[in-house]
């Protein structure tokens, strides 16, 4: 098991492979392996999805996964 920490400046929903895992901001657990990150429908952020190798990980040092505000709002 491997282990995600998706950043965003609120909470927001966190979907891997388009299923709900979680919150932004809090460590997440994940397969090993490509996943695509998202935040869900409120198209505020950027980028609209991340495709991640994710490998040799651990709950102390999390994979970070960046989304930031459209517009810098």
């Known amino acids: 098991m491997e282990h995600v920490i998706v950043r965003f400046p609120s909470r927001r929903l966190v979907y891997i492979d ?7 901001n809090q460590v997440l657990r994940v397969d090993a392996g490509t996943h ?4 869900g429908n409120v198209a505020n ?3 609209a999805s991340r495709t991640v190798m994710v490998r040799d ?3 102390l040092e999390p994979l970070e996964i960046r989304f930031s505000r459209k517009g810098g709002a």
């Open 45 to 47: 952020f950027r980028p």
């Open 36 to 39: 695509v990150f998202a935040l």
């Open 18 to 24: 388009d299923e709900e895992n979680g919150f932004t």
């Open 57 to 59: 990980t651990s709950v």
